[in-house]
Structures are given as C-alpha cells and as structure tokens.
C-alpha cells in the first residue's frame, strides 16, 4: 500500500515500473477503480501542490517499482527550472482531461464501447500504426471491470463478443487487437451476445 485517503502528501511517487491502481473505498468496504498509473507516470500529483491529503487510496499491483522524489525538491526544481514547472503542468493537465473522459464515458457510453475504448488506449505501448497489436493486461479482471464500471461477468462476455466477432484474439492476459480500426467502429450496444454463441478462433479469457 503506497497510501490511504486522508493521509498528508510529502512526497511525488513516480512508476518506474509495475502498476498502481488508486482507488476510492466506501465505509462499507465498496471499492471504486479510478485509474491504473503505468510507468512513467506520476501518482496522484495535485496533493502536492494544494496541500490537501491524499484524495484516493494508491496500491501497487504485483511487482512494482516507484520512486519518491520528495515535496521540496519537486517545489525547488519548479521554482529554479520553468521548463520543468511547464512539464508538471501539462502532466497535470492530461491528468484532468484523462479523468473527464472517464467520466464522460461512465455516463455516456455503453459498456461494450468503455471495454473497447480501454483496449484502444492499452495500444500507447504497442505499434499504433499496425492494424493489429498485442496488449498485455497486468491488472486483474475484477480491477478492469471496476474501472470501466462493468461487473467481472460482463466483462468477460463483453471479450468473448468481441472475440465472436474477429475483432480480437484472447490468451489469458494477452489480448491481440486483430483490426484496430474495426475495433475503433465497434458500435455502442445494449449488452453483449450470450457466452454459448459460437466464437470464430474462440480463446479462452484468464485475467486473474
């Protein structure tokens, strides 16, 4: 466990490698996914500068390594560096707009069209310009399908659809993006096919 909702923020943790999800928890003991840090990207930034605790709660998934570059160095470097408070700011900045997608898309789009646009945005670490690409999901089933606001279920039908259908290819936690841009007009739907619908090149899906 990295840290807990309500404790003070004195340093920036920076994924180096591994995955960190951040997470809202209920009195009752619900949890909320709202997003998976990946290497490379800081942890939960604004803290930091508002001087306010921590908002979420951040755990490290698997393996991971981090870094901890602490307040008063990150203050002094932008400070001394505008090029580098620049950098922080647009860090933030996609920061916010990436969370406005999200909710925009809980609130707007369907459950097969968040899975779809989940597996699209994996695509930043592979080849984008290839038609097809292999995306690795080190997050279990259960921690995608809260981030996406599905049930676990749902989103296992949801993959073996998409599957059906030729648009991807599963081998437990690599999934193979046949056609990106099929998969990018894959339209919004009311549910996804029943599970004894007949796959084209059936896999089966492990993501735990």
Known sequence: MLFRAGQPCTALPVVVTGQVRLYAASSGGQEKVIELVGPGTCVEQAPLFTGAPHQVNAQALADSLL???????????????????????????????????HVQADTLHSGPRRVVDFLLRQRRHADRDAAAATVSLQASKATIASLLSV????????????????????????????????????????????????????AGVHLC
Do not use: C, H, N, W
Request: proline content about 6%.
């Open 151 to 202: 049930t676990p279920e749902y989103l296992s039908r949801v993959l073996r659809a998409l599957e059906a259908d030729a648009l991807i290819r599963m081998d437990r936690r690599d999934i193979r993006i046949l056609d990106a841009p099929r998969l990018s007009a894959y339209g919004p739907v009311a549910g996804a096919r029943a599970p004894g619908r007949r796959a084209r090149q059936s």
């Open 67 to 101: 870094i901890a570059v602490s307040k008063q160095a990150v203050v002094a470097e932008i400070g001394s560096d505008p090029r580098f408070a620049l950098r922080m700011l647009g860090s933030v900045s996609q920061r916010l707009d990436g969370l406005m997608q």
